[in-house]
């Protein structure tokens, strides 16, 4: 079992940055890809980002390329999301997950391991 815990959400004008964290307890972090998905309302959640064990690998939406930067800390066990240029777009719920496959993948349903969310808003 492993439980994820995000934080750094908040209020940001368009522009502007914010960097989400996710903390994992459990089991051991470093053998889990991670991701970063998103929801708004009445919209399936979908993927931001996403990185490997070792953190060399990283997987990117189209929308987010150039503007977020995923990264790990595996002796923190800790994954970042930082998120630059922020559009009133990226509004939504943003959520931590844990994967225990050897490769990124995209999908959902790959993950068996989710946070409750962190709300990022963006105003224009």
């Known amino acids: 079992q492993v439980q994820l815990v995000e934080s750094g959400g908040g209020l940001v004008q368009t522009g502007g940055s914010l960097r989400l964290s996710c903390a994992a307890s459990g089991r051991t972090f470093s053998n889990y890809c991670m991701g970063w998905f998103r929801q708004v309302p009445g919209k399936e959640r979908e993927f931001v980002a996403g990185?490997?064990?070792?953190?060399?690998?990283?997987k990117y939406a189209d929308s987010v390329k150039g503007r977020f930067t995923i990264s790990r800390d595996n002796a923190k066990n800790t994954v970042y999301l930082q998120m630059n240029s922020l559009k009133p777009e990226d509004t939504a719920v943003y959520y931590c997950a844990a994967s225990g496959s050897s490769i990124v993948l995209t999908t959902r349903t790959p993950y068996a391991y989710w946070g409750q969310g962190t709300q990022v808003t963006v105003s224009s």
């Open positions: 990185i490997g064990w070792s953190g060399y690998s990283t």
